[in-house]
């Protein structure tokens, strides 16, 4: 198979938002989301857990006195928050917001060593230590992301500030690493991301050694002598000696190229299987695109649950065992379906594929959302699938999930991926590629591409509470419009200029190829049903109990709209289910009731031969995405099945 890319990202300014699901939670996120951030950088948010980031970089400029404070990766919370404000300013200019960033921008470039190393963590608490520890402290990681934030301001300002500084890291790394022959130091991250960040580089400075050090990291990976082994035996010989179980956990236990299973970390490795998408499609790499495709497999049939979360298990925050998919005990951590979002628009890039599509869209209206409150002020690290207040946060199993979402964390690594991950939905919702204009998922707002010399696309859509959109062509020329036809859609019809479009899907999409003029429309229309969704019964979990979706929607059940105690809730496979409209938490959304029935018990001894009866009662149920926004209490995705 030829993997070039068939597509391309758009612009950052070539997409325009106006969506009435979508435009809220960007407004949010621009108006109070990166405001509230900003102010927990610099310690101004009386919150659980300071910060330091910008207080760091003040005493690594030495315009302050001072020890560090936080993790090693410290700079990141800083690199992510640039990045989605710069997102935040390429398609709203903000005059206050951009000062802003100048002047962390400022602090960033003068805290930088002359050489472009930065790491405020190694300069002012661990000096000399640098690259002793690359299993655990994440130098690589953190510089991806500065390198991130600076393609992403260049592209949004024009300036160069960030941009130099990022140069400069590049040029550092890849002056530093490499073939062992060519007398550089051998190596290669503990938490992946600097591969990502050199591709994206590479696309606007072409420095050809920033695409062969992003190739050179992965390649490395799991080749003998394993890396981390030797590192441990070299800087840390007292500790336990480092075996399969370990380098599984870091992806290194063989080469990338011939990994089969989803492993270790979850958001390391999606980092990872995202930068070998793209580092496939940059290269031709048929046998790279073909581990993607593996893995891709792996993880959607085997390790996702159906809100999208990633990593099951608290222990390495990590993949595990096929259909091992606990709701009560999951880890599903938020960054990990950002990730996931990002392998999915490679595998995009490469091969226009509906199943991945649905995988994007899945992460995106229910894992992604449900991390932040709806006021934009807490958020989650960890997404369960069931809650129970007196247990959840408390047992010693359970003491990551938590009833309500936290002000902030010590490694608050997932508030600001949430910022850059809806402030850059376009990139998500188009591709452009040879003569070809491709729609991923339904985004209401207006698209500009290159082809048939100059051509935008307006989108009007009601979705996700109703199947019917409308896009509106703007430009004279032959190319093809390839539109993603969700995998829930069961009587859906497209027409140009109101007449049946009779071909029909490939691959999960429709292929529209004409001679379009302006004006033209081509529509998607489709009902919304209500699916009962099972579990594959391998997932023990979910035997015998049924969760419902509406479009993309997942929804739960909530101990303020069905009492206490929802695991003795039932639904029966005839109930009928009846669409609300929200309340004022979940305006806009549609809500679903149906009659099921209660387990009640006759004594409240813990063990008893009696029977418990069964009561009718109206239940209903919200989206994943609202949940833990009301009265705190019980939630629950997978719901008993009569």
């Keep these: 198979m030829d993997v070039f890319k068939k597509q391309q990202n758009l612009p950052l300014k070539a997409v325009t938002v106006s969506d009435s699901f979508w435009t809220p939670f960007q407004k949010l996120v621009d108006n109070v989301v990166l405001p509230f951030q900003a102010d927990i950088l610099e310690d101004k948010v009386d919150v659980a857990e300071k910060s330091h980031a910008v207080r760091n970089f003040k005493i690594a400029a030495k315009e302050a006195e001072g020890e560090f404070h936080g993790f090693p990766w410290q700079d990141t919370d800083i690199a992510k928050w640039l990045e989605a404000a710069s997102y935040s300013i390429a398609k709203k200019p903000d005059s206050a917001l951009e000062a802003r960033m100048d002047e962390m921008i400022r602090l960033i470039a003068k805290a930088q060593r002359p050489d472009g190393y930065l790491n405020t963590f190694f300069d002012l608490k661990e000096p000399g230590k640098e690259w002793t520890n690359m299993r655990d402290w994440h130098e690589l990681y953190t510089m991806g992301h500065m390198i991130e934030a600076g393609v992403a301001h260049k592209q949004a300002t024009g300036k160069d500030t960030l941009l130099n500084v990022v140069c400069k890291i590049a040029d550092y790394v890849c002056n530093l690493f490499g073939p062992e022959e060519a007398g550089k130091k051998r190596g290669y991250p503990g938490h992946q991301e600097i591969e990502l960040a050199l591709l994206r580089l590479y696309r606007i400075v072409p420095e050809e050694k920033y695409l062969q050090t992003a190739k050179y990291f992965l390649d490395e990976r799991g080749q003998e002598p394993n890396f981390f082994v030797e590192e441990t035996r070299k800087y840390r010989p007292h500790e336990k000696h480092y075996n399969i179980i370990n380098t599984m956990y870091s992806q290194s236990h063989e080469p990338v190229r011939n990994q089969k299973e989803a492993t270790g970390h979850s958001v390391r490795a999606l980092y990872m299987y995202a930068s070998m998408a793209d580092l ?143 402030l850059s939905l376009g990139r998500y919702a188009w591709g452009e590629g040879e003569n070809t204009v491709y729609s991923h998922f339904f985004l209401g707002g207006k698209a500009e591409f290159n082809l048939a010399g100059g051509v935008s696309i307006e989108c009007e859509t009601g979705y996700p509470w109703n199947g019917n959109t409308r896009y509106t062509v703007n430009g004279t ?154 009265t705190p209490g019980e939630m629950r995705v997978w719901m008993h099945s009569k």
């Excluded at 298990?313 to 595990?320: D, K, L, N, Q, W």
């Excluded at 999915?344 to 599509?357: F, Q, S, T």
């Excluded at 029909?504 to 999409?509: E, I, L, N, S, T």
Aim: hydrophobic share 40%; charged share 20%.
């Design 477 to 630: 020329g032959e190319f093809t419009f390839a539109i993603h036809i969700p995998s829930w859609c069961r009587n859906g019809k497209v027409t140009i200029n109101g007449k049946i479009f009779k071909e029909w899907v490939q691959d999960g999409y429709v292929y529209i190829t004409r001679n379009w003029q302006p004006g033209d429309l081509a529509e998607f229309t489709s009902d919304l049903p209500v699916l009962r969704m099972y579990s594959n019964l391998a997932v023990s979990e979910n035997v015998g109990k049924v969760t419902l979706q509406r479009g993309p929607i997942v929804y739960c059940f909530e101990e303020v709209d069905n009492g206490s105690k929802l695991a003795a809730l039932s639904i029966p496979k005839d109930a009928k289910i009846t669409e609300l409209p929200g309340d004022d938490i979940s305006k806009g959304a549609i809500l679903l009731q149906m009659e099921g029935t209660r387990r009640q018990a006759k004594t409240n001894a813990l063990y008893s031969e009696d029977i418990p009866t069964e009561q009718p009662q109206t239940l209903t149920a919200v989206p994943y995405y609202v949940w833990g926004n009301r």
């Design 280 to 422: 496939a499609a940059e290269t031709n790499d048929t046998e790279l695109y073909n581990a993607c495709k593996t893995l891709m497999d792996d993880m959607i049939n085997t390790k996702m649950y159906i809100t999208g979360g990633l990593g099951s298990t608290v222990i390495g925050e990590a993949f595990s065992p096929s259909y091992d998919l606990p709701n009560d005990v999951v880890y599903a951590e938020t960054c990990a379906s950002i990730a996931m979002c990002f392998f999915a628009r490679r595998m995009l890039e490469i091969k226009p594929d509906g199943v991945i599509a649905d995988v994007m869209e899945r992460q995106l209206f229910n894992v992604i959302l449900a991390s932040m409150q709806l006021d934009g002020k807490r958020f989650f690290y960890v997404n369960p699938l069931e809650v129970v207040p007196s247990i959840a946060g408390i047992a010693l199993t359970h003491k990551h999930v938590l009833p309500t979402r936290p002000n902030w964390f010590a490694c608050a690594c997932c508030p600001p991926n949430i910022s850059r991950m809806l």
